[in-house]
């Protein structure tokens, strides 16, 4: 294609004169691997086609919430009605309420739950209301894991423990980050420390159980268990950022599989997003009773928003969770992921390119590294141009992955047999390139 008819780096161009960078969400920039972004024009099932009109196979689906692929029969109908019926009205409706109840049925964890528009916000509030409750200030988050862009949460670890984290962003003030503890995903002897040193001090702990924003890596049970134990003694909140693996690693979330670890297992506060959108701005964050009756308008704790528990998004959540929570739904869906994982594996094993591949639900991760990593450092072990370059390869051949090799990826429940041979022919001939 040369370049004079290249639609996507037209509206790239055109896109950079009056929007930062040319995107509202900087991964979609590609600046991690090069190239143009592809601008979307449309999505069908488990493809979307770019403004050249060229189709991929997408392995992002929003980032998440397109559990269903694109454009689901019925979702789209439950969408098309409540537009009819109209888009916000700032008063309560009966959607928001069938929706805290499903959420609430289908994650044992969350007995009330507040609807809000995106994971950021619900991360932030879930924080807010965590120190409200407890009357605490100090947190602890580890390094990898990311709960959207909030202050308090945008730091990286100081230059020891018994330091408080440094801002990863402009423009926050290290004092908003003076109470936020970095820690190093899986580490014990960390976790220990950290509790010893601040324990009275904390309102809560944050983490993403299975980590998707360091591509994708689990805490081990034996360190989710001692955080859940630390927890309690001391009194702080365990808060599960499952915006990403709510609805997406199975039906209750990672706090379903970790319970199944560990039996009676369960975090005290829960953040979710995308799925329970199904590609609509909502998200929640709900946990016990007596936590969450500290929210206004019944308790101290400030917390509103005009759109949230909109009555579009809830429709198209409420039918994305009627989808999913039909009986077999994650075990297909699992069975394709893994699928897809072998195909890739075994396409690297005959390159003989190290790599090595994990997966739950829906949600999965890869690496160009021969054993999976447990950190954030590990993971940044990758060799960057070899990623780069199989993402290339894998665009070019209509096969589109995160743009960042510290990002997870997602299979939807109506990626076919004969898109995944596709995709595994087509690393199967970019293996090929990587291989020396
Ligand atoms: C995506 C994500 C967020 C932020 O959600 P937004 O809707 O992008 O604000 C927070 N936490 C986790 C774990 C996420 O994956």
Redesign the pocket.
């Known amino acids: 294609m040369t370049p004079n008819t290249d639609r996507n780096q037209d509206l790239f161009d055109r896109a950079r004169r009056t929007i930062p960078g040319g995107v509202n969400?900087p991964v979609r920039a590609f600046r991690a691997v090069g190239g143009t972004p592809r601008f979307v024009q449309r999505a069908q099932g488990p493809h979307f086609w770019d403004a050249n009109g060229k189709r991929h196979i997408d392995y992002i689906g929003s980032?998440?919430p397109m559990i269903l692929g694109h454009g689901h029969p019925a979702v789209l109908e439950a969408v098309q009605k409540a537009a009819l019926d109209g888009f916000s009205f700032g008063a309560p409706t009966e959607r928001e309420v069938e929706l805290a109840e499903a959420i609430c049925q289908l994650v044992p964890s969350i007995e009330m739950v507040r609807l809000v528009s995106?994971?950021?916000?619900?991360?932030m509030s879930a924080l807010r209301l965590a120190r409200g409750a407890t009357g605490r200030s100090k947190i602890i988050k580890f390094e990898g894991?990311?709960?959207?862009?909030a202050d308090a949460l945008l730091v990286k670890a100081g230059s020891g423990l018994a330091t408080f984290g440094n801002p990863t962003s402009a423009g926050v003030p290290p004092e908003v980050v003076q109470h936020t503890l970095v820690l190093e995903y899986n580490n014990l002897a960390q976790l220990e420390e950290a509790f010893a040193l601040h324990g009275r001090d904390l309102a809560c702990l944050m983490i993403?159980p299975i980590?998707?924003?360091m591509n994708f890596v689990r805490a081990e049970p034996h360190f989710m268990r001692r955080c859940r134990e630390l927890c309690t003694q001391h009194g702080a909140l365990l808060v599960f950022?499952?915006?990403?693996?709510g609805f997406r690693v199975g039906l209750g979330g990672a706090q379903a599989h970790y319970a199944q670890l560990l039996p009676g297992f369960r975090p005290d506060m829960t953040?979710l997003?995308?799925v329970i959108g199904g590609g609509m701005?909502l998200?929640a964050f709900g946990g016990p009773r007596a936590v969450m009756e500290q929210l206004a308008p019944l308790g101290p704790v400030y917390q509103a928003g005009t759109l949230s528990g909109n009555p579009v998004a809830t429709a198209c959540g409420l039918a994305t969770l009627a989808q999913v929570r039909q009986p077999g739904f994650y075990e297909a869906l699992a069975a394709k992921t893994t699928s897809l994982m072998q195909g890739l594996g075994q396409a690297a094993r005959e390159a003989g390119v190290p790599f090595c591949a994990d997966s739950e639900g829906g949600m999965f991760g890869f690496f160009l590294l021969p054993q999976l990593p447990r950190n954030y450092g590990q993971v940044m072990k990758t060799d960057g141009a070899a990623f780069n370059q199989l993402f290339h390869g894998l665009l070019d051949r209509g096969v589109y992955i995160a743009p960042a090799l510290y990002e997870a990826g997602f299979v939807s429940a109506v990626h076919t047999d004969d898109d995944i041979a596709q995709t595994v022919q087509a690393a199967r001939e970019v293996f090929a390139t990587l291989a020396r």
Do not use: R
């Not at 995106?118 to 991360?123: F, R």
């Not at 894991?145 to 862009?149: K, L, M, N, P, S």
């Open positions: 969400s980032w998440g995106s994971g950021t916000e619900a991360a894991c990311y709960h959207g862009h993403e980590a998707g924003n950022d499952e915006v990403m693996t953040v997003g995308k701005p998200a």
